[in-house]
């Protein structure tokens, strides 16, 4: 059975200005299954072992695209790969090792003969305590900058490397609700997700002229593994699980919760053809969270 189906109409101008058609032919778009939207595409998925990547890595291959799986992780890594099926390879990389982003990159070009999709979506909160900017670690400061920031303008840098000569290509980034508003994390998470935009923008004023598009995704609050970990530091009487709905119930949007398939398939238009005039943009996937701020009265006595 074929999802839909398009009518491709011949018309023949008449003498009197009339027009009739002159051949039809039915043809199908797409198959029951899957649409398709990255089918011969190849994409590089940092941070894919779990959680936001894992989920995009899942939904790239169901679009039809061949993705490396990147990831520090060597035991949820290959894992992820064999559940994904052939269409998903498993390649060891810290991206704060800029030769193994290098490496990753090298594998797609030797394996496939080319690279579509860049997606830089390794990060870490980094600790919840101290909060206090007067307490700051700055060793810990460096070490998440050097994942969120500089991880990421390596994998940029290398992506760009061997897409600028192809004349195209679709990079992403993933920042977060912390970049857009203070107070919703941890001092250097916050900072490195705020830094997130500016460098999207910045590096898509370059290579919007090699056809290279840059883009970065800013979700609301995930009950990802990652986040359940962190906020389970200081929630330590309640569950996995509770912890997991407390998150999801910050969503302000009425009768909807974030979840990491909305990030998944954000990743997927933007880094599909529907999104081929869109560069330099933050996607931001909070459910109006960060659109507003309500005044607080107090109530008359």
Do not use: W
Not at 84 to 113: F, R
Not at 176 to 192: C, D, E, K, Q, T
Request: with cysteine; proline share 4%.
């Amino acid at each position: 059975m074929f999802r839909t189906l398009a009518r491709e109409l011949k018309l023949t101008n008449m003498s009197n200005g009339s027009m009739v058609i002159k051949s039809c032919r039915f043809y199908a778009t797409s198959i029951v299954g899957g649409t398709s939207k990255l089918d011969g595409k190849v994409a590089i998925i940092t941070g894919s072992a779990s959680g936001l990547g894992k989920a995009t890595a899942h939904e790239f291959i169901q679009n039809g695209a061949q993705v490396i799986i990147a990831d520090n992780n060597t035991q949820l890594g290959p894992q992820v790969a064999k559940e994904l099926g052939p269409s998903a390879q498993y390649v060891e990389c810290d991206v704060t090792v800029e030769a193994q982003i290098e490496e990753v990159v090298n594998v797609a070009i030797t394996k496939y003969g080319k690279l579509d999709i860049m997606y830089n979506n390794a990060g870490i909160t980094g600790p919840i305590f101290p909060p206090s900017i007067t307490e700051l670690n700055l060793d810990e400061y460096e070490k998440v900058m050097r994942i969120n920031v500089t991880g990421v303008i390596a994998g940029i840098k290398h992506a760009a490397r061997v897409m600028v000569p192809k004349g195209y290509g679709s990079i992403i980034c993933t920042s977060s609700i912390s970049g857009l508003l203070g107070g919703l994390g941890p001092h250097s998470y916050n900072i490195s997700k705020f830094t997130i935009p500016g460098i999207v923008k910045s590096v898509a004023s370059e290579l919007c002229k090699d056809g290279i598009r840059v883009n970065c995704i800013s979700p609301s609050a995930i009950p990802t593994p990652m986040t359940l970990t962190q906020v389970g530091q200081f929630l330590r009487a309640f569950t996995q699980e509770e912890i997991g709905e407390m998150v999801s119930e910050l969503s302000v949007l009425k009768g909807a919760k974030c979840e990491a398939i909305d990030v998944a398939r954000a990743a997927l238009y933007l880094a599909s053809d529907d999104s081929k005039f869109i560069s330099g943009h933050n996607l931001v996937v909070d459910g109006a969270f960060t659109s507003f701020k309500n005044f607080v009265f107090a109530s008359p006595d």
